[in-house]
């Protein structure tokens, strides 16, 4: 009871000061070091939007609204377009899930294109001889690799919401894979931070590095022919050719090469 009493008067000491109006010295008119404005950035439409991560996917979406796309079509543009620029944002190797309000009937459906555990996965699957938990294999290995989600989802999503051609969503992102991007400030940081992982493995140090194993830099142009061929092939005849055509037999013998489960 004593500490509680001594509690309290230590609070009402502390309210008391508190409440005890500050010496001021004075109000700065200076100007603020960085201005409101510098921060935020509010932009307004009543039509409509395109948000990603790089400003070319973006440009590329918006592109799509204004020739009368719908959202979903301006999605996967986007989608295929930065598989291109930042792959790490967004590629075929990979999975999702897409939230779509359909406005006619006011209800909101989420497609979800996650990446799938291959047939061959198991429970410990990741775990070392000892019984325990490898990060190398989880992360690094061909093992981690799951049956891709990315193009199958962008497909469904396109025939029950799309309106433009299939093949007008990713012509954009062939045209920058086939005649190079400019590498910006961002990827260049991310390939120099990668490299030691990223060049672990030779066919992939090829694709993302120079001849020479040097990263590209800020301003440099980075072509991605063999993207260009893939994205084509997807272009020309849907998503079969990623998942029952060349395609799919080439990933399925580095999977077979590397000790990967995708069959």
């Not at 200076?30 to 950035?41: D, K, N």
């Not at 555990?117 to 294999?137: E, H, K, Q, T, Y």
């Not at 989600?149 to 086939?178: M, N, S």
Request: aromatic share 6%; net charge neutral.
């Amino acid at each position: 009871m004593r500490q509680m009493l001594i509690a309290i008067a230590v609070l009402q000491s502390a309210c008391a000061s508190m409440s005890a109006p500050l010496p001021v010295s004075g109000v700065d008119t200076r100007p603020a070091i960085v201005a409101y404005r510098s921060i935020h950035h509010p932009v307004y439409s009543t039509t409509g939007m395109v948000a990603a991560q790089n400003r070319i996917p973006a440009e590329i979406g918006a592109a799509v609204l204004a020739d009368g796309g719908t959202a979903v079509d301006a999605a996967i543009a986007t989608g295929f377009a930065l598989a291109v620029t930042l792959p790490r944002a967004g590629n075929i190797g990979g999975g999702g899930f897409m939230l779509v309000y359909d406005a006619d009937t006011n209800s909101s459906v989420a497609i979800d294109y996650r990446e799938m555990a291959p047939v061959g996965a198991s429970r410990d699957m990741f775990l070392d001889a000892n019984g325990d938990p490898d990060p190398r294999l989880s992360r690094n290995s061909h093992m981690a690799s799951a049956v891709p989600g990315t193009v199958a989802g962008f497909y469904l999503a396109h025939q029950r919401y799309g309106r433009l051609p299939w093949k007008r969503l990713i012509q954009p992102a062939i045209d920058l894979a086939r005649e190079g991007i400019v590498v910006t400030h961002d990827l260049s940081t991310q390939l120099k931070r990668r490299k030691q992982r990223l060049c672990a493995d030779p066919t992939t140090c090829r694709y993302f590095y120079k001849p020479g194993g040097e990263p590209y830099a800020m301003g440099e142009r980075f072509v991605q022919a063999d993207l260009a061929k893939t994205l084509q092939r997807i272009a020309d005849e849907g998503p079969d050719a990623f998942y029952r055509g060349l395609i799919a037999g080439q990933i399925v013998a580095e999977m077979q090469q590397g000790g990967g489960l995708i069959d």
